[in-house]
């Protein structure tokens, strides 16, 4: 919750997140509420992705990708 309200402090929201808004501009997610917020976690999504967050990969997982695509594209050039 910290880190959606820091993104819209930094996005022109100093005074604060607005606890509502037309639904229109909260579905096209182009202006943050506390209502969205809510609908987000009444709808167990608690990593706030309908919101636009994504999900933090750590270096290590990225290197485990890149390793096993490395593999695979090897396995199809010797077949």
């Known amino acids: 919750m910290q880190s959606y309200e820091k993104v ?15 639904s229109g501009l909260m579905k096209s997610m182009r202006v943050p509420s506390y209502k ?8 167990n999504d608690l990593h ?10 750590s270096h290590w997982c990225r290197v485990l990708k890149d390793e096993k695509e490395k593999s695979e594209s090897c396995q199809e050039m010797l077949l």
């Open 8 to 22: 819209w402090e930094g996005r022109c929201y100093s005074n604060g997140i607005p606890d509502e808004v037309p």
């Open 36 to 43: 969205a917020v809510a609908m987000a976690i009444l709808n």
């Open 48 to 57: 706030l992705y309908a919101l636009g967050f994504q999900p933090h990969i």
